[in-house]
């Protein structure tokens, strides 16, 4: 099973960064992946393998990954990003999801 | 335009049984591994099965085992789930998506880059 801890919120001004972070033990040995949800519609990919971000992905959206702890990292956040984001790993098993993180934009 | 088209879905008691289907359109489906994902009210999203491209490998998480199987046809460009002897527990929106994976070898790695906008199943008495 997995288990990827993430902070049931965080609130960042329009403008600031926001970093939710996502915690498990087999995170130094897989890759790391996040979604972003928006009320009511599916999730969307934001970055995946760590730190990449598909095409279509502003550019203030990054990931970093140290150790047990991966990090998404929303610089200049826009009202746009208000959402849940979700961390995700896998192995040749299975795969698992985040908590869940609500970013509220004041 | 790629695109994952879910149904299927709808009120069911429990016991019961569903299928969800999950159609495809804009990309070659039998190159790609495809997963059903869940969300039940208020929660966060859960894995629930993988099919690897021709079918010949199949995963699940440990609470649908032996109640739920994922399949596909790939000359339909159609996936499945069969859904049996349901619980309360399973009512959720079920989510199609495609899989990207690592070739045999090489580091792992397995996400999903397309997504349908879901259906609901809903298991109550």
């Known amino acids: 099973s997995y288990e990827l801890t993430q902070p049931p919120s965080v609130s960042v001004s329009p403008g600031q960064t926001a970093r939710i972070t996502c915690s498990g033990d087999a995170l130094p040995k897989q890759y790391a992946y996040w979604y972003q949800q928006k009320p009511g519609q599916a999730p969307v990919l934001v970055i995946y393998?760590?730190?990449e971000r598909p095409s279509g992905i502003p550019e203030r959206f990054s990931g970093s990954s140290s150790g047990t702890t991966v990090t998404l990292t929303i610089s200049g956040v826009q009202a746009e990003d208000e959402a849940d984001y979700y961390c995700?790993?896998?192995?040749?098993?299975?795969?698992?999801f985040g908590t869940g993180t609500k970013v509220t934009v004041l | 335009e790629v695109q994952l088209v879910e149904s299927g879905g709808g009120l069911v008691q429990p016991g019961g049984s569903l299928r969800l289907s999950c159609a495809a359109s804009g990309f070659t489906f039998s190159s790609y591994w495809m997963s059903w994902v869940r969300q039940a009210p208020g929660k966060g999203l859960e894995w629930v099965a993988n099919i690897k491209q021709d079918g010949s490998e199949k995963y699940y998480v440990d609470s649908v085992k032996g109640r739920f199987t994922i399949s596909r046809d790939n000359a339909k460009n159609s996936l499945y789930l069969q859904m049996n002897s349901l619980r309360a527990e399973d009512t959720a929106v079920y989510y199609c998506?495609?899989?990207?994976?690592?070739?045999?070898?090489?580091?792992?790695?397995?996400?999903?880059?397309?997504w349908g906008k879901g259906t609901t199943v809903t298991v109550s008495s």
């Open positions: 995700q790993s896998a192995d040749s098993s299975g795969l698992g």
């Open positions: 393998k760590d730190s």
């Open positions: 998506a495609r899989g990207a994976s690592s070739p045999p070898s090489g580091y792992y790695y397995y996400y999903m880059d397309v």
